[in-house]
């Protein structure tokens, strides 16, 4: 290096010292320096973690956009006392395998089994076929789908049983509301604030034990609008036919059910009201029935949350409300009697949620009475202690 070099090196270096001395003096003598894209700390594992393992192959531009292994189980206790008996007894409630695949960017496969639950008794571990559907979802207005699923008539059976805030589902939907179905759904968004869906469906499952549709049952037919009546409540008309009411596998005895619902949040106050109405094939056990539904739930904390439901049931006969099959008819909690004219519940539960609804734990006690003219009335209170997890 030539002396001017060095000069040149000299000179560069004291002008450097000299603007950090004097950063250093404006800031109390402290160098301040501004990091204005700090790098975000990774977020640390939890136990909650696990459940995002399911997901066995993922790729943005292939034709196979993700594969994820899918299931749920649901255990629960339950223990009833009634003016006519009593049962106390643990159920493996729900327990299901599948898998879910992503493809052409659009389209989602479904395929899910119920496995078996009691492994005392016989019969295929691979029980029967609970999901079978594919879904094409082009853009955000309009969505498709094919094969076996849920006629989503009434706000608590179109809720998955992965995210229902009671143990069981409200009597009138239990009694007047088809199974899954095999069929042709399609949806459409009309506005930001009104959509509208229908559907086709076959009634029939095939005898073979897998439940799987099959065309040559009667047909069924459903139409649901929804509505955005304000930012924190959305009402909906959902309503469903089914030619093979009482005759196909998939149906109950109800040929028409009519549902007016309602959803709203404020703040940590959530409300669900539902007002039913079903015809029925006959004028004695079958006759129609009339329903309301009526369940606000609060959130206590972060992840504890207070529910609490009534529900009332009247029917055009002296027999035509039957008390639920979970849990006030099984064992001897209804030796005497199962049917009535009129039924009310009232529900109490707590949920705790470990890791939002993939893993939380479910407490309840209900308290229902059933008149029934002519023959023994019922009440009796319900306990429930339950786990409920998917993936």
């Not at 079978?132 to 094969?147: K, M, R, S």
């Not at 409200?170 to 869906?197: F, H």
């Not at 734990?361 to 229902?368: N, P, S």
Request: aromatic residues 14%.
């Amino acid at each position: 290096m030539t002396q001017s070099n060095r000069m040149k090196s000299a000179v560069a270096g004291f002008g450097v010292a000299a603007l950090l001395a004097g950063a250093a003096q404006a800031g109390d003598g402290k160098v301040v320096i501004d990091d204005k894209a700090p790098v975000a700390e990774p977020e640390a594992w939890t136990f909650c973690n696990l459940f995002d393992y399911s997901t066995l192959y993922e790729n943005d531009q292939g034709p196979i956009n993700e594969i994820s292994l899918i299931g749920r189980y649901h255990g629960q206790w339950h223990s009833v006392d009634s003016n006519q008996g009593s049962d106390t007894d643990w159920e493996n409630r729900r327990f299901r395998f599948g898998t879910e695949i992503v493809f052409l960017d659009d389209f989602t496969f479904e395929g899910q089994f119920n496995l078996k639950r009691d492994f005392d008794e016989p019969g295929r571990f691979f029980d029967s076929v609970e999901d079978l559907t594919i879904a094409w979802e082009p853009n955000d207005e309009f969505y498709l789908i094919v094969g076996k699923q849920k006629a989503k008539v009434s706000r608590e059976w179109s809720t998955s049983s992965k995210r229902i805030k009671t143990m069981e589902r409200s009597l009138i939907i239990n009694q007047t509301v088809a199974d899954k179905m095999g069929g042709v759904v399609a949806g459409y968004n009309l506005t930001d604030k009104l959509w509208i869906e229908g559907g086709i469906y076959t009634g029939a499952w095939t005898n073979d034990g897998w439940n799987l549709p099959d065309f040559n049952g009667d047909i069924g037919a459903s139409a649901r609008i929804g509505y955005d009546l304000t930012e924190s409540t959305e009402v909906r008309f959902d309503y469903l036919y089914t030619a093979g009411a009482g005759v196909d596998a998939g149906t109950e005895e109800y040929e028409h059910v009519f549902s007016w619902n309602t959803q709203s949040e404020f703040g940590d106050l959530s409300l669900v009201t539902d007002v039913i109405y079903a015809s029925g094939i006959d004028n004695a056990n079958n006759s129609d029935v009339f329903g309301v539904v009526v369940m606000p739930y609060y959130a206590l904390t972060e992840d504890l949350e207070a529910v609490f439901r009534y529900q009332y049931v009247t029917s055009d006969s002296d027999t035509g409300v039957r008390l639920q099959s979970r849990y006030e008819r099984a064992g001897g909690a209804a030796p005497l009697n199962t049917r009535g004219d009129s039924y009310n519940a009232f529900y109490l539960g707590l949920n705790y949620y470990i890791c939002d609804d993939k893993l939380k734990l479910m407490t309840g006690v209900e308290y229902a009475t059933l008149e029934a003219p002519g023959s023994s009335d019922w009440d009796g209170w319900t306990y429930w202690a339950g786990v409920r997890m998917y993936f």
